[in-house]
């Protein structure tokens, strides 16, 4: 599996938008992108993936580069509750063993 | 509601004693996990197991055994043998037909404190 880079910390106001970034310029053409969040002392929980195209849910939407080297995961609302690791993983779908690898991720702080 | 169970929440052991963590799913899913958590850090994979009576070694197996006996349950041993139990440790699962998405349900974990 790709790796990947996270800034290790952002602060977000209340009802801004929070933009995560994550770099992943190793990418092979068959692995999708993946974001989970873990708040703190809970088990992550999945938020959303993609291959190339931009995708969106109820919770945040991804935005991929057009050469797939990097992307950015938007919160467009952001709430207190949405304080958390936010962990950027690229895989292919069914990976030996199905695994997820995560890296150190983004803490978002989102303040009042 | 379905979902995964861990427990207990907090765990304290003497060391060189084994435990075993409890991870039971009422989701049906075919494919159990074991990740361990340090401080700051991220998850990495302690076992899995995809299908009943089968199991394979993840990235930090040594010091751990697992069962799978039923498709519900995936019990987590940490033996003496663990030379760094103390950690947070989270069961997950999953199960096939998801398409790409292939989401990973997690518990609410088990914090092992080994004095």
């Known amino acids: 599996d790709a790796k990947t880079t996270q800034p290790p910390s952002m602060d977000c106001a209340e009802g801004r938008a929070a933009n995560l970034p994550c770099n992943h310029s190793?990418?092979?053409?068959?692995?999708?992108v993946y974001w989970y969040r873990q708040i703190h002392s809970q088990g992550p929980q999945y938020i959303i993936h993609?291959?190339?195209n931009n995708e969106t849910n109820e919770m945040a939407s991804l935005i991929i580069t057009e050469d797939r080297k990097s992307s950015t995961l938007i919160l467009p609302h952001a709430t207190l509750r949405d304080t958390a690791v936010y962990y950027c993983?690229?895989?292919?779908?069914?990976?030996?063993?199905?695994?997820?690898?995560f890296g150190g991720g983004t803490r978002l702080m989102v303040k009042p | 509601d379905g979902g995964i169970t861990q427990s207990p929440k907090y765990l304290f052991r003497k060391e060189g004693q084994n435990v075993t963590l409890s991870c039971e799913q009422n989701?049906?899913?075919?494919?159990m996990y074991w990740y361990r958590q340090d401080p700051g850090q991220g998850l990495r994979l302690i076992y899995y197991?995809?299908?009943?009576?089968?199991?394979q070694k993840g990235d930090i197996a040594e010091g751990y055994s697992v069962s799978r006996e039923k498709k519900e349950s995936f019990p987590l041993t940490v033996t003496s043998a663990q030379k760094n139990p103390t950690a947070f440790y989270l069961c997950?699962?999953?199960?096939?037909?998801?398409?790409?998405?292939?989401?990973?349900?997690f518990g609410p974990g088990t914090r092992l404190t080994v004095l």
């Open positions: 993609g291959l190339k």
């Open positions: 997950a699962s999953s199960k096939p037909g998801q398409g790409a998405r292939n989401e990973q349900f």
């Open positions: 989701l049906n899913h075919d494919a």
């Open positions: 197991s995809q299908i009943v009576n089968d199991f």
């Open positions: 190793t990418i092979s053409g068959n692995e999708y």
């Open positions: 993983i690229v895989r292919v779908p069914y990976n030996a063993g199905n695994m997820l690898t």
